[in-house]
């Protein structure tokens, strides 16, 4: 049965919704960006003014004024974003029960089952319209028989837009585009196509097979089925809980990290929010993986195995300050840290017994269940270790909103 997939981007999400209770901006060359006093100074979001004054997504700040002088900046609130993706989501989930999330502005839509004798076409307009009336947004919809040109349908014309990809035009409207407008085609990928001079999505559904497979492994043979329309997966079901990769927290610090005291402290704060994290979702981590970023932007990536999993902060903040000592030799003050938590099992399966004394663990996890409950009641951070007091992360820092978090699975299935 030929399936109809739906692609809902909202457009300039972020600030889209910045300009809901400022609707003066809409006039405006207008960026949501980080925070640069806390070296957060990036564009996260820009407005179709900013757009066409050649301000781009992820660039400095600095970069940005540069091109556009007049540039208005306004400071993200992750909630409200929050707000309305789940509330966006609410509204497509009258049409199916099968949405699945790409990210907060984003999500794949299964109509297969639902849409009847309905043009999809007209109901992806009816979409946009009420996206447009019930929530002064705006979204481009992909329609199409699989996700993959379904999420080129949404890309293909900005804003407020519907696109169609069928069986039969799939040829004419996908092939003469780039290959790096295929999802899961990065940059380095990309690069590594036009050297063997595959440059469009038609150039790559016309090589070989077997050649991409050992040119590129796994990931080469993945696109030329994505480039030949024959992508079969499935839009997941709206309550589906993904697999559970890693649990991570990482910040960039307001000021640099000058000595391992304050090094010391910033890995405590993050392997205490970790390791909340692990018990909330009843969860234990088998490898502990560190990331440092010295302030020239040098990254470096540490693990260690442990000898059986845990969530305890003293044992991963332990590891993360083993693997960050034999690491790294201070050749450079540290811009920013990362602690992750991966090969994930669950608290209640079996694990290797240790021959050390169960009592200590015991008080352990008694303690840090009561701090978890006084930090869930009272806000993170209320509770804190002593030597957390000597970090330099933000005061307001807030690791629910911060990178790193949770992986749910990979969204690019061969990384």
Same mark, same amino acid.
């Given at each position: 049965? =030929? ?8 457009? %300039?999400? &972020? ?6 209770? @400022? ?16 070296? @957060? ?9 900013? =757009? ?14 540069? =091109? %556009? ?7 993200? @609130?992750?909630?409200?974003?929050? &707000? ?114 595959? /440059? ?10 077997? *050649? ?26 709206? #309550? ?20 391992? /005291? ?62 960050? #000592? ?29 021959? *050390? ?6 008080? #352990? ?11 869930? /009641? &009272? ?37």
């Amino acid at each position: 049965m =030929k399936r109809t997939i739906f692609h809902i981007d909202q457009n %300039c999400y &972020f600030a889209s919704v910045e300009m809901i209770a @400022h609707p003066e901006l809409k006039d405006v060359p207008m960026a949501v960006t980080g925070d640069s006093s806390k070296r @957060h100074g990036i564009i996260l979001a820009k407005n179709e003014h900013a =757009k066409r004054a050649g301000v781009k997504t992820a660039e400095a700040i600095w970069q940005a004024e540069q =091109k %556009c002088p007049g540039l208005v900046k306004v400071s993200a @609130h992750y909630d409200k974003y929050v &707000f309305y993706s789940g509330r966006l989501r609410q509204m497509f989930e009258e049409y199916s029960d099968k949405v699945e999330p790409f990210g907060l502005d984003e999500c794949w839509v299964d109509l297969t089952d639902t849409i009847g004798d309905r043009d999809p076409e007209a109901v992806a307009d009816e979409i946009r319209r009420r996206v447009r009336d019930e929530f002064k947004l705006t979204c481009s919809v992909g329609v199409s028989f699989n996700k993959i040109f379904a999420k080129l349908g949404s890309d293909y014309r900005k804003p407020d837009a519907t696109t169609v990809i069928t069986e039969e035009n799939f040829r004419q409207i996908v092939w003469p585009l780039p290959a790096s407008d295929l999802l899961f085609v990065g940059g380095a990928t990309a690069s590594r196509l036009a050297d063997v001079n595959i /440059r469009t999505i038609g150039d790559l559904a016309g090589a070989s097979r077997e *050649f991409l497979r050992d040119y590129l492994g796994k990931s080469g043979d993945m696109l030329w089925i994505y480039a030949n329309g024959l992508d079969d997966s499935p839009v997941c079901d709206s #309550d589906y809980e993904r697999e559970l990769k890693s649990i991570g927290n990482s910040t960039t610090t307001p000021e640099d990290i000058q000595n391992r /005291r304050q090094a010391q402290g910033t890995f405590r704060s993050l392997s205490g929010t970790v390791a909340a994290r692990l018990r909330k979702h009843k969860l234990l981590g088998s490898c502990v993986q560190i990331t440092v970023r010295d302030k020239d932007l040098n990254s470096y990536e540490h693990q260690k195995m442990l000898f059986e999993p845990t969530d305890s902060d003293r044992v991963i903040f332990e590891t993360a300050m083993e693997l960050f #000592d034999e690491s790294y030799d201070w050749h450079s003050s540290i811009r920013s840290v990362g602690v992750r938590c991966t090969k994930l099992v669950s608290d209640k399966s079996g694990i290797q017994m240790s021959l *050390f004394s169960e009592a200590d663990k015991g008080q #352990d996890r008694r303690l840090t269940k009561a701090i978890d409950t006084i930090n869930k /009641r &009272f806000g993170s951070g209320t509770v804190k270790s002593l030597s957390e007091l000597d970090d330099v992360t933000d005061r307001d820092f807030d690791p629910d909103m911060n990178d790193g978090g949770i992986t749910r699975g990979k969204k690019n299935p061969f990384a």
